[in-house]
């Protein structure tokens, strides 16, 4: 059983930037593939970035060049750096342990107005 916290959430101006980090607990870190998603209201959850435990990345088209995934395992840790962030990027964010997922956490409110 993997548990997931969310943190870095917030209001913000467009343009500006946050760091979401997702501290894990439980299970084995480093052999998940993490992920970051997030659900705007009265739309479906939908996929931001993913990286699996060897490293590798993807991510959503509407935030590449703008959004970094990262992990550091010592801490079983995943961040993600939002740059250049637009009032479209508002949503619940919400992090993802396993292929599936198998595990989220509770989310975390990112909002984005001038």
């Known amino acids: 059983q993997v548990q997931l916290v969310e943190s870095g959430g917030g209001l913000v101006q467009p343009g500006e930037s946050l760091r979401l980090s997702c501290a894990a607990s439980?299970?084995?870190?480093?052999?998940?593939?993490m992920g970051w998603y997030r659900q705007a209201p009265g739309k479906q959850r939908e996929m931001v970035a993913r990286?699996?435990?060897?490293?590798?990345?993807n991510y959503a088209d509407s935030v590449k060049g703008r959004f970094t995934i990262s992990r550091d395992n010592a801490k079983k840790t995943v961040y993600l750096q939002m740059n250049s962030l637009q009032p479209e990027d508002t949503a619940v964010y919400y992090c993802?342990?396993?292929?599936?997922?198998?595990?989220w956490g509770q989310g975390t409110q990112v909002t984005v107005s001038s």
């Open positions: 990286i699996t435990r060897g490293g590798h990345t």
């Open positions: 439980g299970g084995f870190f480093s052999a998940y593939t």
């Open positions: 993802s342990a396993g292929d599936r997922p198998s595990y």
